[in-house]
């Protein structure tokens, strides 16, 4: 069974950064595998931040791209999320997802309904 975990957020000062891992376990490391992030503030839907696809080519959402960078690692079988610039409405529960392609080269999807694993989710809480 696959599990995903988050570690890092907290709290953080608005302008600085903080980053966030996901360690996979329980699937398999064929590099097929996308991985994202998603976040979900208190009242409002859940969203796309970013993801990395087997390929290493990176997705993200308008209001982050320049400010996050995802990343993987597929020997240790992770994927970060940098977070530099951040800012107050960055404030959320992020969740770290994962659904394995046919290809390392497939688009994952910016919708929730588009991945399969989820992590727990760790907060992040931006001090202005």
């Known amino acids: 069974q696959v599990q995903l975990v988050e570690s890092g957020g907290g709290l953080v000062q608005a302008g600085g950064s903080t980053r966030l891992s996901c360690a996979v376990s329980?699937?398999?490391?064929?590099?097929?595998?996308?991985m994202g992030w998603f976040r979900q503030a208190p009242g409002k839907e859940r969203e796309f931040v970013a993801a990395i696809n087997g390929a290493s080519t990176t997705y993200y959402r308008d209001s982050v791209q320049g400010r996050f960078s995802i990343s993987r690692d597929n020997a240790k079988f992770t994927a970060d999320l940098q977070m530099d610039n951040v800012k107050p409405e960055d404030a959320a529960v992020y969740y770290c997802?994962?659904?394995?392609?046919?290809?390392?080269?497939?688009?994952?999807?910016?919708?929730?309904?588009?991945?399969?694993?989820w992590g727990q989710g760790t907060q992040v809480t931006v001090a202005s």
């Open positions: 997802v994962a659904k394995w392609f046919g290809s390392m080269r497939a688009t994952p999807s910016r919708e929730p309904e588009g991945w399969r694993y």
């Open positions: 329980g699937g398999t490391n064929s590099n097929k595998h996308a």
